[in-house]
């Protein structure tokens, strides 16, 4: 008799899970049509073989002021007072703001690599400085060093460095679980942003 109800029981969570998976699926997929009608792109989408960035330059001039970051709309304040003295540009990395989604996995040089593919494909010519704040530091730093002729400088803000020690007690959780389970866990996230 328990068996049975362990079963029912198990059937009926089960059959909510399917349920809750395709209610947010459908609700993210509303949700992404309602915001591209909402907030129209800011920038221009720039092939770079299969998949789009996003790119917004302004300004005229030489070097030019290559800001980098996730969503690079946040650089919009600060654009716009580089462009008063020479050319500036903000891209959306791969994956957020109006940029197609990378290749996983998304490492320093994946992300310098895509810059330079995108500067190239856009005709936007050297020189670069390239400016980079926090996490940013790090593909700004790969990209000086794989493409050192077409950089004129680096801007570092408050950048993120590769011998950076994080005591323990700052490990975010998911850097404490044992790896197995944080890879799974990686995995996963892209379906958990897709069912919402």
Same mark, same amino acid.
């Given at each position: 008799?328990?068996?049975?109800?362990?079963?029912? =029981?198990?059937?009926?969570?089960?059959?909510? $899970?399917?349920?809750?998976?395709?209610?947010?699926?459908?609700?993210?997929?509303?949700?992404?049509?309602?915001?591209?009608?909402?907030?129209?792109?800011?920038?221009?989408?720039?092939?770079?073989?299969?998949?789009? =960035?996003?790119?917004?330059?302004?300004?005229?001039?030489?070097?030019?002021?290559?800001? +980098?970051?996730?969503?690079?709309?946040?650089?919009?304040?600060?654009?716009? +007072?580089?462009?008063?003295? !020479?050319?500036?540009?903000?891209?959306?990395?791969?994956?957020?703001?109006?940029?197609?989604?990378?290749?996983?996995?998304? !490492?320093?040089?994946?992300?310098?690599?895509? =810059?330079? !593919?995108? $500067?190239?494909?856009?005709?936007?010519?050297?020189?670069?400085?390239?400016?980079?704040?926090?996490?940013?530091?790090?593909?700004?730093?790969?990209?000086?060093?794989?493409?050192?002729?077409?950089?004129?400088?680096?801007?570092?803000?408050?950048?993120?460095?590769?011998?950076?020690?994080?005591?323990?007690?700052?490990?975010?959780?998911?850097?404490?679980?044992?790896?197995?389970?944080?890879?799974?866990?990686?995995?996963? =996230?892209?379906?958990?942003?897709?069912?919402?």
């Amino acid at each position: 008799m328990m068996r049975k109800w362990a079963r029912f =029981l198990l059937k009926i969570l089960s059959l909510a $899970l399917a349920v809750l998976i395709v209610v947010g699926a459908i609700y993210e997929q509303l949700g992404e049509r309602r915001d591209k009608q909402k907030f129209s792109q800011i920038g221009r989408s720039v092939d770079i073989g299969g998949r789009s =960035l996003n790119l917004s330059c302004s300004g005229e001039g030489s070097p030019v002021v290559m800001l +980098e970051g996730a969503v690079g709309y946040a650089w919009a304040p600060i654009q716009r +007072e580089i462009e008063k003295s !020479t050319r500036v540009c903000w891209y959306d990395r791969a994956g957020y703001g109006w940029s197609d989604e990378g290749p996983s996995p998304r !490492t320093s040089a994946a992300m310098a690599d895509d =810059l330079h !593919t995108l $500067l190239k494909a856009a005709a936007v010519s050297p020189p670069f400085v390239l400016v980079g704040a926090s996490f940013n530091g790090f593909p700004v730093r790969v990209f000086a060093g794989k493409y050192l002729d077409e950089v004129a400088g680096v801007v570092l803000v408050d950048a993120s460095h590769e011998d950076q020690q994080e005591p323990a007690s700052m490990k975010s959780p998911a850097a404490r679980l044992p790896a197995p389970v944080r890879n799974m866990a990686y995995m996963l =996230l892209p379906l958990a942003g897709w069912v919402g």
